[in-house]
T-cell receptor, first 117, second 114 residues
């Protein structure tokens, strides 16, 4: 049973280019979360998606960032016109639908390390 | 709003000894969950242990235990019999009932010396 998969693992972009990060959740998981980890920091929530729906995007920067989780295929985090400050590790996590218990484990992928030159 | 504070940027421990990593939290939610994750140098996030706010007993998972003091709003991780492979970043996180997002602290870098 494969875990959460993210690709690419490392991505280098020049300022102004677009970055596309992909996340395939674990089998049977319909919820996807994206987190960003800046150097020397903890993870910060960006967005929570279910299939074809954005549920909570309170952590997403207002401009240049977007996320989707289509009916078919992986979830995509898209960063347009990247800047140096976007350099970070981006983690995807997935879970089964929340059943009302605070313990609803999120399984993390290995992350994508984005470097903006 | 929820907040996690980890006041120890770095900790050192001798192999085979126990170590406690501190975590305090702040929330107005009546019910919440607390999590610890390990991040080795390879970068992945590894779930270690969970404590629910209404759990009567402190959580334990193998060599990991959680010293949960609700009145003090602390959820310290205790690692017994440290091993060299325990050297990593450790993150405390929480989530409130009805919220799907995890809130993380800044982490503690643990170094286990031989």
């Amino acid at each position: 049973n494969a875990g959460v998969m993210q690709n690419p693992r490392h991505l280098v972009r020049r300022r102004g280019q677009e970055a596309r990060l992909r996340c395939s959740p674990m089998k049977g998981h319909s919820h996807v979360y994206w987190y960003r980890q800046l150097p020397e920091e903890g993870l910060k929530f960006m967005v929570y998606l279910q299939k074809e729906n954005i549920i909570d995007e309170s952590g997403m920067p207002k401009e240049r960032f977007s996320a989707e989780f289509p009916k078919e295929g992986p979830s995509i985090l898209r960063i347009q016109q990247v800047v140096r400050g976007d350099s970070a590790a981006y983690f995807c996590a997935s879970s089964v639908p929340w059943s009302g218990n605070s313990y609803n484990e999120q399984f993390f992928g290995p992350g994508t390390r984005l470097t903006v030159l | 709003a929820q907040k996690i504070t980890q006041t120890q940027p770095g900790m050192f421990v001798q192999e085979k000894e126990a170590v406690t990593l501190d975590c305090t939290y702040d929330t107005s939610d009546p019910s919440y969950g607390l999590f610890w994750y390990k991040q080795p140098s390879s970068g992945e996030m590894i779930f270690l242990i969970y404590q629910g706010s209404y759990d009567q007993q402190n959580a334990t998972e193998g060599r990991y235990s959680l010293n949960f003091q609700k009145a003090r709003k602390s959820a310290n991780l205790v690692i017994s019999a440290s091993q060299l492979g325990d050297s990593a970043m450790y993150f405390c996180a929480m989530r409130g009932i009805g919220s799907e997002k995890l809130v993380f602290g800044k982490g503690t870098k643990l170094t286990v010396n031989p």
